[in-house]
């Protein structure tokens, strides 16, 4: 099976790149993650792409340059898909447009609900019935491309902030590979 190289950007702990790796891993699965980017030098996500020998790209305080270096690498490990595994940095209109290829983010909303950051407080604010996450395309505005897929749970009244994020993520595991499936089917 040909899988495709993608690469994953991270700013934080890196659960969601744990599970593409180890997903990544299993004979079936059909990306191959041959580049990692942190916009944050502290990420612990950094650490995977460490322990499973993934190259990686450490952002400098200047995003333009670090966006050049990282189409110059992308085009050097032949990437045809990025995915955005908690990446808190809003990427450049120059640099989506210069990758012309997919780029797919992770949200932890239903979306269009919920743009941006904060959605747990949103969410538990508005007393929604439920929540989830979505896997969409990434366009030049934030948090709106093409939605590939959401899922959802219901809320309980005991949840807060760290149980709904625990639920959520929970669900992103699973999530961003099955919309991995769907795009490359
Ligand atoms: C994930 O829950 C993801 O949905 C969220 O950041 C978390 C990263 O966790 N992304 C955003 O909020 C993007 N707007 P992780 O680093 O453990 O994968």
């Not at 995915?83 to 269009?112: C, D, E, Q, V």
């Not at 508005?126 to 030049?140: D, I, L, P, S």
């Not at 809320?155 to 807060?160: F, L, P, Q, R, V």
Request: with cysteine; net charge positive; proline share 3%.
């Amino acid at each position: 099976m040909v899988r495709i190289n993608t690469c994953v950007f991270i700013s934080g702990k890196g659960t969601n790149l744990n599970k593409l790796i180890l997903n990544s891993n299993t004979y079936n699965f059909p990306i191959k993650i041959r580049l990692v980017v942190s916009n944050n030098k502290n990420a612990e996500g950094l650490r995977l792409a460490k322990k499973f020998s993934i190259p990686y790209i450490i952002y400098s305080s200047n995003q333009t340059l670090s966006e050049n270096k990282t189409l110059i690498e992308l085009k050097k490990y032949n990437i045809n898909l990025i995915l955005l595994a908690g990446y808190m940095k809003i990427l450049t209109k120059k640099f989506i447009r210069s990758f012309r290829k997919p780029i797919l983010n992770i949200h932890p909303s239903l979306l269009p609900k919920y743009k941006g950051l904060n959605t747990f407080e949103k969410v538990l604010k508005k007393k929604e019935k439920k929540t989830g996450c979505t896997v969409h395309f990434v366009t030049e505005k934030l948090d709106d491309g093409k939605i590939i897929l959401k899922k959802f749970f219901y809320i309980d009244k005991e949840d807060n902030i760290l149980t709904l994020k625990k639920k959520t993520q929970a669900l992103e595991y699973i999530a961003f590979s099955e919309a991995i499936f769907r795009l490359i089917r």
